[in-house]
């Protein structure tokens, strides 16, 4: 019932301008929900890979071949793309790159925050 009166409220204050737009809007929310998801089940095996790897060497290639399986690209790949800047130790900060036409700024942060802890892990245990 407080949902409904929120899209009443929602669409009233000219926030949504029809109902379509509503369908829209929350297609896109569960789209998006559904792309973290799937971000955080990779960071959850990367944190099991980073157990089972024997060598840094061949952690760093799941860990990179996982994190184009996302999105992310080498800098220069694409022709527009966001440097994406994730601070892990407090000082220097992991620096991702993606395509800009593939999602917003603030979609490819939300996704890269997904693998801090992991990456964070890795290089304290490799000191890579």
């Known amino acids: 019932m407080l949902c ?17 737009d509503v369908r829209r809007k929350l297609n896109r929310v569960v789209r998006r929900r559904r792309v973290v998801q799937y971000a955080l ?9 980073a157990d089972r790897c024997k060598s840094a060497q061949e952690f760093w290639a799941i860990f990179e071949t996982t994190m184009r399986r996302v999105g992310f690209v080498d800098k220069g790949e694409s022709d527009a793309e966001y440097a ?4 892990y130790n407090g000082s220097t900060p992991w620096t991702l790159h993606a395509p800009q036409h593939k999602g917003t700024e603030p979609e490819w942060q939300r996704l890269a925050e997904c693998f801090r802890p992991v990456y964070a892990k890795a290089k304290s245990k490799w000191r890579a």
């Open 4 to 20: 409904l009166l929120a899209l009443l409220a929602a669409r009233y204050f000219h926030f949504l301008k029809s109902w379509d």
């Open 41 to 49: 089940l990779q960071a959850q095996v990367l944190e099991l890979e």
């Open 84 to 87: 994406i800047h994730i601070k």
